[in-house]
């Protein structure tokens, strides 16, 4: 598959933010490690530091989820001549590529992601429930961008690197 160059400093920049957004989710999961699964009643606590490393793991899953899926798909489409027309259209290139399992996997990761950036006050049993969904499939978004990795140098002989 021709590599179209015009491209590729462009993507090279978008995993280079990947990778910081990586390290900072592993970060967040190291520090969070005791407090998971998540209930309700630990959402209703007054514990302002667990509250800032439950928000600061929400906020990099959401910027990985979002640099993975606008950033580093589209630009991979990009470096091969090809358009994604639309996300479903993006996903099932990502698919036949075998960097994502499935399209359906994705669409429930980006669910989960959005329930992550809905704030109701009332709502600490649904909160509970997205944050303890985003741990679990928080390893799959890094896991998504080594499949990336591997299909770049597999097919393009290019190395990325990076700190997985």
């Known amino acids: ?18 990778q ?7 970060a967040s999961i190291s520090r969070l490690e ?6 309700a009643q630990a959402i209703k606590s007054e514990d302002e530091a667990l509250f800032e490393k439950i ?11 979002d640099c993975i899926g606008n950033k580093l798909f589209r630009n991979l489409l990009r470096m091969e001549d090809e358009e994604g027309l639309n996300m479903a259209d993006t996903l099932s290139r990502m698919e036949k590529r ?3 399992n499935t399209a359906d996997r994705w669409r429930k990761m980006r669910e989960i992601r959005n329930a992550l950036s809905h704030d109701y006050p009332e709502a600490e049993s649904q909160r509970a429930e997205a944050l303890n969904m985003a741990w679990v499939v928080a390893p799959e978004l890094i896991e998504i961008t080594e499949q990336i ?3 770049v140098l597999r097919l393009h002989n290019i190395k990325l690197g990076g700190d997985h």
């Not at 598959?1 to 990947?18: A, C, H, R, T, V």
């Not at 910081?20 to 592993?26: L, P, V």
């Not at 005791?34 to 209930?39: A, C, D």
């Open 55 to 65: 928000d600061a793991f929400r906020i990099r899953f959401a910027d990985l989820q």
């Open 20 to 26: 910081r957004a990586i390290k900072r989710m592993k």
């Open 149 to 151: 990795e591997a299909y």
């Open 98 to 100: 075998h960097i994502l």
């Open 34 to 39: 005791k407090h998971f699964p998540l209930t």
């Open 1 to 18: 598959m021709p590599l179209n160059k015009k491209y590729l400093i462009l993507f090279e920049q978008n995993w280079s933010g990947s």
